[in-house]
């Protein structure tokens, strides 16, 4: 089983159970980013998360973010690298950048 | 995404199909690209659809920038499957750990003692002859197969099969000289040098494993490199292009 394909069989569960849901996926990466493009994290309206887009590193602020998606219903694009200061903060501390793209699954 | 779409890439797993899913990422239109058909938001963007095709190609997802817009390519190609000839203990190694690596594997052995769901839990299991069962399921070029009955009844009809299709990894368990024995019986039925150097044999990666768990990894190991230096030769010249 491929590990993307898990993760939409997740969101496909969450979502048939009447939850709120979000898929995160990687699109673009530059440097020695941990997880390949087309990486995806799907997350419910709890915080639930199942697969990832890095090793560990921005998964609390794509949750963040994924949980803001659930509301409001609007796709996000998102920046990590080490020239931002707040993916720093956030620690992907591998030193590759990332661009994460955030929707709902409505 | 949309719940359609979602369902839809499920159905492509199962079916074994590739597809691409095409996000516009400024509004989040998808269009969902099969080689041979197209649906949704962007299924009349022929921009799209052929970028979509192409990145199927190469197996690579990817963004590109279609008409000023962002789009991204997510390919999804089915999972490797790996096929084992044998349900004998080294297969109830191989077989969870082929799992883990997220292969879709199917264990074959006509002998009923052995071709049992007990021995191999959450994982296929057909009793039947190989190249039957490679009939029914079709090898494709995802597919790798390995036989580990030592038995020539069950083994080289296996082998004959797989060489004949495009599978991407063959592996025959066994003895250097029991695989020169091997490819004197193989002649007999037409497959000639060329195509037997395609069979891994003594199979695996020679780390001295001696254990069933240890062959197992060795088998996974040189099956795990087979297959990315095939993927890295498929995406090089687009690579080089770019």
Redesign the interface.
Request: charged share 30%.
């Given at each position: 089983m491929s590990d993307a394909l898990e993760v939409l069989d997740q969101v496909g569960k969450w979502k048939a159970s009447g939850k709120g849901v979000a898929v995160a996926t990687v699109i673009t990466t530059w440097g020695s980013s941990p997880r390949p493009v087309g990486s995806q994290l799907g997350v419910d309206d709890s915080g639930e998360m199942v697969g990832s887009v890095s090793g560990g590193c921005i998964e609390g602020a794509v949750v963040q973010e994924a949980l803001a998606a659930i509301k409001d219903g609007k796709p996000r694009l998102l920046d990590f690298g080490v020239t931002d200061e707040q993916a720093w903060d956030v620690g992907l501390a591998c030193g590759g950048k990332v661009q994460v793209f955030v929707e709902k699954v409505s | 995404?949309?719940?359609e779409t979602?369902?839809a890439?499920?159905e492509a797993?199962t079916k074994r199909q590739a597809v691409t899913l095409a996000?516009r990422?400024g509004?989040?239109a998808e269009g969902l690209v099969y080689r041979d058909s197209v649906k949704g938001d962007l299924a009349g963007d022929a921009a799209i659809v052929s970028a979509a095709r192409g990145a199927m190609e190469v197996g690579?997802?990817?963004?590109v920038e279609i008409g000023g817009q962002k789009v991204?390519l997510?390919?999804?190609?089915p999972?490797p499957r790996l096929i084992i000839v044998g349900a004998v203990h080294i297969a109830q190694s191989l077989a969870p750990m082929a799992?883990m690596l997220?292969f879709?594997v199917t264990v074959v052995d006509p002998r009923g003692a052995w071709a049992t769901a007990n021995r191999f839990p959450g994982v296929k299991v057909i009793k039947d002859w190989a190249d039957e069962a490679f009939q029914e399921m079709g090898l494709d070029v995802s597919t790798a197969v390995v036989t580990l009955t030592h038995d020539p009844k069950l083994d080289d009809p296996a082998l004959e099969s797989a060489l004949k299709s495009d599978v991407f990894y063959i592996g025959a368990l066994g003895s250097r000289r029991t695989h020169a024995k091997r490819k004197e019986r193989l002649a007999e039925v037409g497959i000639t040098d060329e195509m037997f150097a395609r069979i891994h044999g003594p199979v695996g990666l020679n780390i001295g494993a001696k254990s069933p768990a240890e062959i197992a990894v060795s088998i996974l190991g040189q099956i795990i490199e087979v297959r990315a230096r095939r993927l890295e030769a498929l995406a090089a010249p687009k690579a080089a292009a770019a």
């Open positions: - | 995404m949309k719940s979602l369902a890439l499920q797993r996000t990422l509004d989040g690579r997802s990817e963004t991204f997510n390919v999804y190609v999972p799992t997220e879709d």
